[in-house]
């Protein structure tokens, strides 16, 4: 069965800091992943989506994630924090043995600290 | 938000009444979905559908039922809502199954009392 684990339900940062957002996963075949940010009453929205090309991947607002097959992992980093940046972040997984159903992780809250 | 539109976008219900929430999308896409969200567990599938009339269980799907009868609305129903559907219900649709990725509307926050 298909599991991400998303570690830090918490994370704090001060503004300009480094962004890490830890997502690990398990899959049989090789997965699609996907990290979402949501902000207050508001659905998710998409950050960036890894599918089998280049294992570094960059999205929106400067964030970007690398997929590491040995460590099952897909880390959502960003170099430097924005105040705009607290929000919750989700990470998910979906892939051809699940018909391509997607299962998220608990999301991780990002506060940054001016 | 890709065309997806959730109605309504609060409700608050008794216990044991029934309850629809719908999901209305103008971007044609096959694949539409209803999860639920919960602190400390993320979102969670309740129904998916894959085609007019198609519709399949998601791993929380006891309580609920769906129906599509037409490509652009996705019904949910809670034939008889109980305090633990209390949540906050999402609609996402997606044009395929092959990794791309889903569409979510803004969300319906439903309270069961």
């Known amino acids: 069965a298909q599991s991400v684990t998303q570690l830090g339900s918490h994370v704090s940062v001060s503004e300009g800091a480094l962004v890490l957002l830890r997502c690990n996963y398990s899959s049989s075949v090789p997965p699609y992943l996907f990290w979402y940010v949501q902000y207050p009453n508001q659905g998710l929205q998409l950050l960036l989506k890894?599918?089998?090309?280049?294992?570094l991947v960059k999205g929106i607002n400067g964030f970007e994630a690398e997929f590491k097959k040995s460590e099952t992992s897909f880390h959502l980093t960003k170099p430097s924090a924005h105040m705009s940046d607290a929000a919750e972040y989700f990470c998910?997984?979906?892939?051809?043995?699940?018909?391509?159903?997607?299962?998220f992780g608990t999301g991780t809250s990002l506060t940054v600290i001016p | 938000d890709a065309g997806i539109t959730q109605s309504p976008r609060h409700k608050v219900t008794e216990t044991g009444t029934p309850v629809t929430l719908r999901c209305h999308q103008t971007e044609n896409h096959r694949y539409m979905y209803w999860y639920r969200q919960d602190p400390g567990h993320g979102l969670r599938l309740i129904h998916y559908s894959y085609g007019v009339k198609d519709t399949d269980k998601g791993e929380v799907s006891d309580g609920y039922s769906v129906s599509r009868s037409k490509t652009e609305d996705f019904l949910l129903t809670l034939e008889s809502a109980t305090s633990s559907q209390t949540s906050v219900y999402f609609c996402?649709?997606?044009?395929?199954?092959?990794?791309?990725?889903?569409?979510f509307g803004n969300g319906t926050r439903l309270t069961v009392t």
């Open positions: 996402a649709i997606s044009p395929d199954n092959g990794g791309s990725p889903l569409h």
């Open positions: 998910a997984v979906s892939d051809a043995n699940t018909g391509n159903q997607f299962y």
């Open positions: 890894y599918t089998s090309a280049a294992t």
